[in-house]
């Protein structure tokens, strides 16, 4: 369904994280992050292809360890999606992946340490053309800062991002992306903002331990809601206490719900009450499981009733209606009737054969 209102996206430099564009006109990158331990190659692997799968343009990988880091090395060989090495404390672990071929190093400057490590690191970026995403965590800030603001703030995470930019700015590096995370709604959307307007560098979006699938969600959707709608942000991830796969799909709702990006079925649906004509919570959860696979844009409703399943049904591909009888729309036009015990095969039948036609 065509929006009424468009997001003018803030300017940004463009970089490039293996072959995605981060910034710039670049459509806003999807990413998550594996959980399992890197230096177990196969179950690595297993998940790095069912992220890639449900969506991600981009996978971030722990690297805590030497061993970790020679187990990146071998999983980098064997994928073809771009791979972020996750770097904490020792900067010697970020030279080493950097020769394995990642595509991009995050670090942290709240725990790297001194400003020659740091200098090591970017000259290593240089050497192997890659970029940095420095990575300010309100749980993690350095620790005069920490001092200074005795807690962590908004102000506290600019002023951190600010002077690793300002260390990057003089060591002539500007190949990077920077990402303020807190898990506080707020204080993470008021660093964006300020920080936003004082630099043009991609920004990294994520509301950070946002918590279980269902809490996480709504978190994740107002925070990087409020931010995506002022046209702040060039790639996200959804931290979710969940299936890496569930921060895919979460990440594309949010992205489809402010018409920034289209994945997949864009399926809507009413809540259902004592005037629908089938089980609409059924047939919904049904259908959503059976277009998983579906990665080509495309909008359908799922309305129980005639007070505003018309209306709905006018403006999508494929759209169904509860009455006597029941009727099935196609591209805004009554097709046909439609009994309650063939909705499921004959919605998902028509939205496949209308991809065919897209």
């Known amino acids: 369904m065509k929006s009424i ?8 430099k463009q970089i490039f994280v293996g072959n995605v564009a981060i910034g710039g006109d670049a459509p806003i990158s999807v990413q998550s992050m594996t959980n399992t331990k890197t230096t177990d190659i196969k179950a690595t692997l297993k998940q790095i292809s069912a992220i890639k799968e449900a969506g991600a343009d981009l996978v971030r990988v722990s690297i805590p360890t030497m061993e970790a880091a020679r187990a990146f090395k071998v999983v980098k060989q064997q994928v073809t999606i771009p791979l972020i090495a996750d770097i904490h404390f020792d900067y010697k672990i970020a030279l080493e992946v950097a020769k394995y071929g990642a595509d991009c190093l995050r670090i942290n400057p709240g725990n790297i340490g001194r400003v020659d490590y740091i200098r090591e690191v970017v000259a290593s970026a240089k050497d192997h053309n890659i970029p940095i995403r420095i ?3 309100a749980g993690s800030l350095e620790k005069y800062l920490q001092k200074k603001y005795t807690k962590p703030t908004s102000e506290a995470m600019v002023e951190s991002a600010l002077k690793q930019i300002d260390i990057l700015d003089k060591l002539n590096f500007d190949n990077f992306k920077i990402s303020l995370k807190a898990s506080e709604i707020f204080m993470t959307v008021f660093a964006y903002q300020q920080l936003s307007s004082q630099i043009d560098n991609p920004l990294h979006l994520g509301i950070t331990e946002a918590g279980s699938l269902s809490f996480g969600t709504v978190k994740s959707s107002i ?8 046209g702040i942000g060039d790639t996200i991830r959804v931290s979710l206490a969940s299936d890496p796969v569930d921060e895919v799909r979460v990440a594309f709702n949010i992205l489809k719900s402010l018409n920034l990006r289209q994945k997949g079925v864009n399926l809507i649906a009413c809540p259902s009450c004592s005037r629908q004509k089938f089980d609409v919570i059924k047939v919904v959860s049904e259908l959503e499981s059976r277009f998983e696979d579906i990665i080509t844009p495309i909008d359908v409703s799922v309305i129980g009733c005639v007070v505003n399943g018309p209306g709905e049904a006018k403006s999508v591909s494929v759209g169904l209606t509860g009455g006597d009888p029941n009727l099935l729309y196609l591209d805004g036009k009554i097709h046909s009737k439609i009994i309650n015990e063939n909705l499921v095969n004959e919605i998902e039948a028509q939205v496949r054969n209308s991809l065919k036609n897209l």
């Not at 809601?225 to 002022?230: A, E, N, P, Q, R």
Request: hydrophobic residues 30%; glycine residues 16%; charged residues 20%.
């Open 5 to 12: 209102h468009t997001i003018h996206r803030r300017e940004s």
């Open 135 to 137: 990575g300010v965590n």
């Open 223 to 230: 925070g990087l809601g409020l931010l995506l709608s002022k």
